[in-house]
T-cell receptor, first 114, second 114 residues
Framework: AQKVTQAQTEISVVEKEDVTLDCVYETRDTTYYLFWYKQPPSGELVFLIR??????QNEISGRYSWNFQKSTSSFNFTITASQVVDSAVYFCALSEEGYSTLTFGKGTMLLVSP | DSGVTQTPKHLITATGQRVTLRCSPR?????VYWYQQSLDQGLQFLIQYYNGEERAKGNILERFSAQQFPDLHSELNLSSLELGDSALYFC?????????????FGPGTRLTVL
């Protein structure tokens, strides 16, 4: 069965610091998709990125970057020069081949202080 | 704004009661998913419908049921409510049923059972 582990329950940083959120997944499939979602204090879930299991190229989008390593079953998320608006709960999720339903990790609460 | 709407935003009810949560997917999306977010269980997949048919089932209690109507909106029915059913219920939609389909989440319905 699939599983997503986000070992960091809560992270506190000061504005402008870089921060990395860890995500480790388990799956028996060779084809799968990994996702990151952001849940700000307002409560909605906002899609950030999708990565398929055959694409290990790192991705950068502005201050956000993602590091996918199949060898360690990890899909880590780094925010560079964090801002107060980045304060939210971040969820890593997995969907397995043939299924679109998502298995979520427990989430990491990021608190960025001014 | 994801384009997914959920009503009501908040719901307060008593144990033993029955409630209905409603979801309208994004225009053009045929798949609807229901997720429950609680403090102890995290974000859990409940059930998925695709074009009116049940597609996948997760950790959904027998007291809970859902359906998707011809106009593609969906309802989640929760009956014989218990205190532990208090949670944030999300609806999400996607274009299809493939594992790569990005899911767009609604703002959620916060259910409080007293």
């Amino acid at each position: 069965a699939q599983k997503v582990t986000q070992a960091q329950t809560e992270i506190s940083v000061v504005e402008k610091e870089d921060v990395t959120l860890d995500c480790v997944y388990e799956t028996r499939d060779t084809t799968y998709y990994l996702f990151w979602y952001k849940q700000p204090p307002s409560g909605e879930l906002v899609f950030l990125i999708r990565r398929n299991s055959f694409d290990e190229q790192n991705e950068i989008s502005g201050r956000y970057s993602w590091n996918f390593q199949k060898s360690t079953s990890s899909f880590n998320f780094t925010i560079t020069a964090s801002q107060v608006v980045d304060s939210a709960v971040y969820f890593c999720a997995l969907s397995e081949e043939g299924y679109s339903t998502l298995t979520f990790g427990k989430g990491t609460m990021l608190l960025v202080s001014p | 704004d994801s384009g997914v709407t959920q009503t009501p935003k908040h719901l307060i009810t008593a144990t033993g009661q029955r409630v209905t949560l409603r979801c309208s997917p994004r225009s053009g999306d045929l798949s609807v998913y229901w997720y429950q977010q609680s403090l102890d269980q995290g974000l859990q997949f409940l059930i998925q419908y695709y074009n009116g048919e049940e597609r996948a089932k997760g950790n959904i209690l027998e007291r809970f049921s859902a359906q998707q109507f011809p106009d593609l909106h969906s309802e989640l029915n929760l009956s014989s409510l218990e205190l532990g059913d208090s949670a944030l219920y999300f609806c999400a939609s996607s274009e299809g049923t493939s594992d790569y389909n990005e899911q767009f989440f609604g703002p959620g319905t916060r259910l409080t059972v007293l």
